[in-house]
């Protein structure tokens, strides 16, 4: 039996986690406020820093404007940074609910979630599609959330990776094998095709940035993807 995370007394699972990575910049607020009008509750900021992937995307301004525009919402700060113990009280500071760090990109993992856990944040490791879930299971009792790429991060728009189920079906079995209750997170590539299957799999938070912000209707979209997310994980075993 899966023991409830505490974040579900306030949150149904699975849910949709748009990431505004995809946003029109020049109407952030209005993107934002389309989205929580639409019912949902947890925002997705990716930050990229030039180095550990091959993009710049923004800093912890934007996350504030993000908070600003969402006042209410749950805000998750996934870095893809090196050195993110430099950066996340700026993020903290900004307004972040839960900060990722990824275990390729920081030597001192335990302490720096540990850090983020001092400053009162949520806690969350993220791996690469080609990092095995052994490089994350030493430190998966600290870790509130464990995201899982399906993309090699870097880049909005691109196509889900298939292999990124099993490690989603892998943690499902190891965090009840070992009495944890983190969430499980799958970022890239998500869709209207894959977000039934993605959910069945036992995700719990789906990322999903363009087919949210390139929708004509981001309503009807959003709409969509929680009724598939839904429908999916009721076909959970």
């Known amino acids: 039996m899966k023991i409830p995370h505490p974040l579900s007394e306030s949150y149904s699972f699975p849910t949709i986690a748009p990431s505004i990575l995809a946003a029109d910049y ?33 800093g912890s301004l934007i996350v504030n404007a993000a908070r600003r525009a969402a006042p209410d919402a749950f805000l998750d700060v996934h870095l ?8 996340i009280a ?5 307004g972040a609910n839960l900060i990722s760090v990824h275990a390729e990109a920081d030597p001192h ?15 969350g490791v993220a791996i ?7 490089a994350i299971e030493e430190v998966l009792p600290e870790v509130d959330l464990v995201c ?6 870097g880049f909005g728009g691109q196509k889900f990776i298939p292999s990124a189920l099993q490690k989603i079906e892998r943690l499902v079995k190891w965090r009840q094998q070992m009495g944890l209750n983190f969430l499980i997170e799958i970022d890239g590539g998500i869709g209207l ?9 036992g995700t719990d938070v789906l990322v999903a940035g363009s087919s949210v912000f390139g929708a004509e209707d981001k309503n009807d979209q959003i709409q969509k993807l929680f009724q598939k997310a839904i429908i999916g994980s009721s076909n959970l075993t």
């Open 109 to 123: 993992i335990h302490r720096t979630l540990g850090a983020i856990k001092e400053l009162g944040l949520y806690r």
């Open 26 to 58: 020049t109407k952030l607020g209005e993107d934002i406020s389309a989205c929580t009008e639409s019912g949902v509750k947890w925002i997705h900021c990716d930050i990229m820093d030039g180095h550990f992937v091959p993009n710049i995307s923004y």
């Open 128 to 134: 690469n599609p080609g990092t095995p879930l052994t």
């Open 148 to 153: 899982v790429m399906s993309v090699n991060p």
């Open 80 to 87: 893809m940074i090196y050195n993110p113990d430099r950066y």
């Open 90 to 94: 700026d993020f903290a500071k900004a």
């Open 193 to 201: 095709a894959n977000t039934e299957n993605v959910a069945a799999a």
